[in-house]
T-cell receptor
Framework: DTAVSQTPKYLVTQMGNDKSIKCEQN?????MYWYKQDSKKFLKIMFS???????INETVPNRFSPKSPDKAHLNLHINSLELGDSAVYFC???????????FGPGTRLTVT | AQRVTQPEKLLSVFKGAPVELKCNYSYSGSPELFWYVQYSRQRLQLLLRHISRESIKGFTADLNKGETSFHLKKPFAQEEDSAMYYC???????????FGQGTRLTINP
């Protein structure tokens, strides 16, 4: 069973469009995250949710809006996509008191 | 501010040779340090954490608070060690990881 899953795996879209990436975890963990990996492979946190509440927002543009309908899901919606949004987006989950994070397979977003 | 630096973007060694991936950090408190690995076409996964002080797949890493370093070492590299390695830090009470830039390790036969 896949612990953290993301859909879609690949997403190609044009500038100005709005798109969503979905993340689901079956670990029963309370905390979920979104990371962005740029073309130089640099990984940077974007958001963190604990039990459906936003706890970390790392100066990400307002065009990015995470949504957590329940503890097992953390979706990422991006409005008015820009070329610079092209990256691999990783979802992750961690349990209470644990700093180990379990990562999803990533979603490669290409904005043309 | 929390910062993790991996000075080598690329590292190439021969099979059987020792390997050391460097990691330096900046944090005013007591950090938790980790090494994550991403093999080709696989997801990012935890390799080891300083608090457990264990050896995983022959790799060890010692936290040196004086030098603010957490270098990853293996005495005899194997071809299957080829991957992208990330050093990461988590501060006290924080639930986020700050990653270094990553080091791509290539083991030559």
């Amino acid at each position: 069973d896949t612990a953290v899953s993301q859909t879609p795996k690949y997403l190609v879209t044009q500038m100005g469009n709005d798109k969503s990436i979905k993340c689901e975890q079956n670990l029963g963990h309370d905390t979920m995250y979104w990371y962005k990996q740029d073309s130089k492979k640099f990984l940077k946190i974007m958001f963190s949710y604990n039990n459906k509440e936003l706890i970390i927002n790392e100066t990400v543009p307002n065009r990015f809006s995470p949504k957590s309908p329940d503890k097992a899901h953390l979706n990422l919606h991006i409005n008015s996509l820009e070329l610079g949004d092209s990256a691999v987006y990783f979802c992750a989950a961690s349990g209470p008191g644990s700093y180990e994070q379990y990562f999803g397979p990533g979603t490669r977003l290409t904005v043309t | 501010a929390q910062r993790v630096t991996q000075p080598e973007k690329l590292l190439s060694v021969f099979k059987g040779a020792p390997v050391e991936l460097k990691c330096n950090y900046s944090y005013s408190g007591s950090p938790e340090l980790f090494w994550y690995v991403q093999y080709s076409r696989q997801r990012l996964q935890l390799l080891l954490r300083h608090i457990s002080r264990e050896s995983i797949k022959g790799f060890t890493a010692d936290l040196n608070k004086g030098e603010t370093s957490f270098h990853l070492k293996k005495p005899f590299a194997q071809e299957e060690d080829s991957a992208m390695y990330y050093c990461a830090l988590s501060g006290q009470g924080a639930q986020k990881l700050v990653f270094g830039q990553g080091t791509r390790l290539t083991i030559n036969p």
